[in-house]
């Protein structure tokens, strides 16, 4: 029987949501990210239904980038550029990683210009994190 005389942890004193809730909440985090794993397999053994995009700037991209991707950095970001892609081409953007914020500025860009867009969680950092192999010169 617990003891109902001691205090709640930091992890108790705040309830778990209900399952109704927990199920709207993850389910609507996977229409905003994918993962680096699903999107490695989906380019290794297809389909692949996206265009993935580095939106860290030129120089870096150069130095170490995801086999496939292409370099748009988010400051680029403007209908011209993106002309050439259908309107409901999904992209899948990436930045360095946990540590930078280029996929939020670039995912604002994108939903400004009306664009589908997924974040790859753990960017480059976490693509390698996972043993997959990277562009390097």
């Given at each position: 029987m617990?003891?109902?005389n001691r205090r709640n942890s930091a992890v108790s004193e705040v309830p778990a949501a209900d399952p109704e809730e927990a199920f709207a909440h993850f389910s609507a985090m996977l229409r905003f990210e994918a993962d680096c794993w699903d999107v490695h397999?989906?380019?290794t053994n297809g389909p692949q239904d996206f265009v993935l995009v580095d939106v860290r700037g030129p120089a870096v991209f150069e130095k170490e980038h995801i086999p496939g991707a292409v370099n748009l950095p988010y400051g680029r970001m403007v209908e011209r550029n993106l002309a050439e892609y259908?309107?409901?081409t999904l992209f899948v953007?990436?930045?360095a990683g946990p540590h930078c914020n280029a996929t939020e500025k670039a995912g604002v860009r994108l939903a400004k210009l009306g664009r589908p867009f997924k974040k790859m969680i753990g960017g480059v950092e976490g693509w390698r994190d996972e043993g997959f192999d990277v562009v390097t010169t």
């Open positions: 617990p003891n109902l397999d989906a380019m259908p309107d409901d953007i990436y930045c």
